[in-house]
């Protein structure tokens, strides 16, 4: 099984950045970043297929880049100007098919937190 383990979560101030990661115990084709906010609604924010295509949730476009470097089958989520409303636990998954739905989810990492301070 697809073993995912994610890094980078932090705690930062509104405006700043972080840098999410993602290692992969093996190659994948189509990956992607969820996440779950302290209400304890899941959603997709970003997913990227083949390394190139990309597609955002609405709330993230602009600020929120998705990129995989296939060679360190690594995934990242460069998040900046951070609002306290991103506040969630960040997870990566392997994607059956492209787009941000949960259920396209494979296999999932453990998650990583992020906290936003207003």
């Known amino acids: 099984q697809l073993r995912l383990m994610e890094s980078g979560g932090d705690l930062v101030q509104s405006g700043g950045s972080l840098r999410l990661s993602c290692t992969a115990s093996a190659a994948t084709t189509c990956m992607g970043w969820f996440r779950r906010t302290p209400r304890g609604e899941r959603e997709g924010v970003a997913s990227i297929f083949r390394g190139g295509t990309t597609t955002y949730a609405e709330s993230v476009k602009g600020r929120f880049t998705i990129s995989q470097d296939s060679r360190k089958r690594t995934l990242y989520l460069q998040m900046n100007d951070l609002k306290p409303e991103d506040t969630a636990m960040y997870y990566c998954?392997?994607?059956?098919?492209?787009?941000?739905?949960?259920?396209?989810?494979?296999?999932w990492g453990k998650g990583t937190q992020v906290t936003v301070s207003s």
């Open positions: 998954a392997s994607l059956a098919s492209f787009g941000l739905s949960v259920n396209y989810a494979t296999n």
